[in-house]
Nanobody, 128 residues
Framework: QVQLVESGGGSVQAGGSLKLSCAGS????????MGWFRQAPGKEREGIAI???????LYSESLKGRFTIASDNAENTLYLQMNMVKVEDTAMYYC??????????????????????WGKGTQVTVSS
């Protein structure tokens, strides 16, 4: 059973940094595409970044440069480094996996509807 557990959320001041983690279990982590998404109150869930089994990354153009996705296959852990955060970055942040047993995931879209498994999320609140 695929399980994703996010951690690292909290409150931070604008201009600061935060690093989120997502621990994956119950599947072959290295074969999956792993992504970060977020959802603010009253808004649709949006993609931040995704990394495939080859380590190829795809970012939201609006967030590229401030946010960095990284994956540690040895630790089955996905990271999101958030720098120069803004008040508008306040949202629930979710980790998601696109994984099919026996397959290597490559070239995924940065689209929440494409993801198969989700964590419960971690809240990030940025104050001015």
């Amino acid at each position: 059973q695929v399980q994703l557990v996010e951690s690292g959320g909290g409150s931070v001041q604008a201009g600061g940094s935060l690093k989120l983690s997502c621990a994956g279990s119950g599947y072959t982590y290295a074969r999956a595409c792993m992504g970060w998404f977020r959802q603010a109150p009253g808004k649709e869930r949006e993609g931040i970044a995704i990394i495939d089994a080859d380590g190829t990354t795809l970012y939201s153009e609006s967030l590229k440069g401030r946010f960095t996705i990284a994956s540690d296959n040895a630790e089955n852990t996905l990271y999101l480094q958030m720098n120069m955060v803004k008040v508008e970055d306040t949202a629930m942040y979710y980790c998601a996996a696109l994984y099919y047993p026996g397959a290597w995931c490559r070239g995924p879209p940065l689209n929440p509807r494409a993801m198969r498994h989700w964590g419960k999320g971690t809240q990030v609140t940025v104050s001015s």
